[in-house]
């Protein structure tokens, strides 16, 4: 049962679910969808026959499920809406990051991968004023040694002269500076390789994976994994001349060239800017284990999976589009989040192909939170078909229909959107089903981590 004490209208209708006929059912379905918070439901049916003799092999309709509906999971990747689905789109995000770290046998991403010159990259925003922070010698420039959950943090020490407009302008702008960056990148390694960029194609690729993160300021910057390669992709050993050094030098000197930036002309009373990355960059070399000092694929794998479930939501404004400001009220955003967001409504119409009030909730982000190069890795898209072709095969197997060749079989069916959701009950039973299976996996990894640290003890 839920940890947390529900009101009367909650606890009423999770005992009317619970105590319905149908409730085994109901919960097999939630369970299937990994505890979603918003599953889809779905009505109609599906027909699976023979081709060659007309024979029904398998029928399926919604009719006789819990309320005549299927659910199915919402697949909304921001933990703030459904932390179930955004834990499986982490889990694809960590898959895919460490597949470009350390290889993937199953997507033909060989384990050599390893060897190759490849660094976790941090490029942060500028500053747009001073704000509350923790320095290292501990105290703020306010006169406050600032506890880690102290909510002033990244909060303007002075919101009268804060750059607001500023910040929103850089977020709104941060996807072509990214772009900017990874061109300038490749003529970097190029120069200190000695070739053009045109012998660069013919000799090596760069490649990446990234994530957007939002500071307590709400600022962003991007963390990224990037790799040198051979001409072909992971697959191809990278040319001698490329080193982890070369690729440190680089990334430094293309994140400080002048080309490194982004201009937004002058609009009523809102100056021209240029903005560059902030002075603030961390480069540091990916191992595959740990050494102390280095940082290692899992843990590379693990960070940008963290964030990539995440959006603004860490600086307190909405999870969603804001149609109107008075909800901000209604919301008790803070003060300096609320700031931001009304820059983007002093701004929009200012810049008005930038859509910059349609992404007030993202501080006027509009980009990618999660992105690659093509050949740095696999897809979510290969992931996720993965994971469908695999409870495929679970269904064949269930339904007896394992021995039937794909080919020989016509699949009819009928699908009819019909909602989402749950009822107050059934989401407080949804929220218990999702913890309980985040706790068995959790005990499972546990477990099998135990096992190879037994195994490693003993041999």
Not at 238 to 263: E, G, K, M, N, R
């Amino acid at each position: 049962m839920p940890d947390l004490l529900l009101d009367p209208v909650t606890l009423g209708d999770l005992l009317r679910v619970a105590s319905a006929d149908d409730y085994d059912r109901w919960h097999e379905q939630i369970r299937r969808t990994g505890g979603c918070a918003d599953p889809i439901h779905l009505t109609g049916w599906t027909l699976a026959k023979d081709k060659t003799t007309g024979e029904t092999l398998h029928h399926y309709s919604t009719e006789s499920e819990p309320g005549g509906r299927l659910r199915v999971a919402c697949g909304n990747r921001r933990a703030s809406r459904c932390p179930s689905c955004a834990w499986t789109y982490a889990g694809d995000t960590y898959h895919l990051i460490r597949a470009g770290l350390a290889g993937d046998d199953r997507r033909d991403i060989p384990a050599t991968v390893r060897d190759h010159p490849r660094v976790f990259a941090t490029l942060t925003a500028p500053s747009f004023g001073p704000v509350h922070n923790r320095p290292d010698r501990g105290v703020c420039r306010c006169g406050t040694r600032h506890t880690p959950d102290d909510p002033a943090l990244g909060t303007a020490l002075d919101p009268g002269t804060y750059d607001y407009a500023g910040a929103v302008l850089f977020n709104n702008h941060a996807g072509q500076l990214w772009q900017r960056f990874t061109n300038r990148l490749r003529r970097e390694i190029a120069a200190r390789a000695g070739i053009t960029q045109r012998e660069l194609k013919e000799a090596a690729r760069v490649s990446y994976g990234k994530v957007a993160e939002f500071q307590k300021r709400g600022a962003l910057h991007f963390h990224a994994v990037i790799r040198i390669d051979g001409p072909d992709g992971p697959d191809t050993p990278p040319p001698a001349w490329a080193t982890v050094q070369l690729l440190d030098d680089a990334i430094h000197a293309a994140a400080a060239h002048s080309y490194t930036s982004v201009s937004v002309p002058a609009s009523h009373d809102q100056p021209a800017r240029t903005f560059r990355w902030g002075k603030q960059l961390d480069v540091r070399p990916v191992k595959a284990f740990g050494d102390g000092s280095d940082i290692t694929e899992q843990a590379v794998a693990s960070y940008v999976a963290k964030y990539a479930t995440k959006a603004a939501e860490n600086t307190g404004t909405l999870d969603r589009r804001i149609g109107e400001l008075s909800e901000l009220d209604r919301h008790q955003v803070p003060d300096h989040t609320r700031r931001l967001i009304e820059a983007c409504k002093t701004l929009d119409p200012l810049y008005p192909d930038r859509r910059i009030w349609a992404w007030a909730h993202m501080l006027g982000f509009r980009g990618h939170f999660s992105s690659k190069s093509r050949r740095y890795s696999t897809t979510l898209g290969e992931l996720r078909q993965a994971r469908a072709d695999f409870r495929a095969a679970q269904e064949r197997e269930a339904l007896g229909l394992d021995d039937v060749e794909p080919d020989t079989v016509l699949v009819l069916a009928d699908w009819q959107y019909a909602g989402h959701g749950h009822t107050p009950g059934e989401s407080a039973l949804a929220a218990t089903i999702a913890r309980d299976l985040q706790h068995n996996r959790e005990t499972a990894r546990e477990a099998l981590r135990d096992q190879f640290s037994t195994e490693g003890t003993t041999a």
